[in-house]
T-cell receptor, first 113, second 111 residues
């Protein structure tokens, strides 16, 4: 595997379900990010981990819970989501938090019924 | 006011045309500037950084005007493969290191 991978690529879940999104980066980077991309809206930064410590949490509802067990892996745990949470969730990584370039994974297309 | 504002388009141009995209940002403390490209149903990828002196990469030219808080991207001799959404991205300002994305400008190049 190369670059940034995400699983699953597509997810449909009910409002009462609990699911997790997984991201893995194979680039040796030390910063990882979760973004939300909704239709006709800019990418919204959700969480940032630098050296496995959370450095940003952009007022994201508690029904989204990130986890970064090591510098290569990032999870987004989901529970009791709302239909408006349906979006493309993108993971990214970079070498250093203050980096010029972030490398994105292909994203998970989430639909909440 | 949006932190990063772009004309969403869409821009529909014939092959070979020259097309320019504009972007404005609200925070004068912003430090770094980029253009990313996002193909349909794909992830964003860095196209080029934007420097105060202006910079060129093949058919692509980026300009930055810090006084006006304005960024531009010029594409010359458009190719069909240039069809994508172009994202204006600003780093720093309200949150050190954070990338703030514009909504994106859709470009379609037709034969």
């Amino acid at each position: 595997e190369t670059g940034v991978t995400q699983t699953p690529r597509h997810l449909v879940m009910g409002m009462t379900n609990k699911k997790s999104l997984k991201c893995e980066q194979h680039l040796g980077h030390n910063a990882m990010y979760w973004y939300k991309q909704s239709a006709k809206k800019p990418l919204e930064l959700m969480f940032v981990y630098s050296l496995e410590e959370r450095v940003e949490n952009n007022s994201v509802p508690s029904r989204f819970s990130p986890e970064c067990p090591n510098s290569s892996h990032l999870f987004l745990h989901l529970h009791t989501l709302q239909p408006e949470d349906s979006a493309l969730y993108l993971c990214a990584s970079s070498q250093g938090y203050i980096a010029n370039e972030q490398f994105f994974g292909p994203g998970t297309r989430l639909t909440v019924l | 006011r949006k932190e990063v504002e772009q004309d969403p388009g869409p821009f529909n141009v014939p092959e070979g045309a020259t097309v320019a995209f504009n972007c404005t940002y609200s925070n004068s403390a912003s430090q770094s500037f980029f253009w990313y490209r996002q193909d349909c149903r794909k992830e964003p990828k860095l196209l080029m950084s934007v420097y105060s002196s202006g910079n060129e990469d093949g058919r692509f030219t980026a300009q930055l005007n810090r006084a006006s808080q304005y960024i531009s991207l010029l594409i010359r001799d458009s190719k069909l493969s240039d069809s994508a959404t172009y994202l204006c991205v600003v780093q720093g300002g309200t949150s050190y290191g954070k990338l703030t994305f514009g909504q994106g400008t859709i470009l379609t190049v037709h034969p």
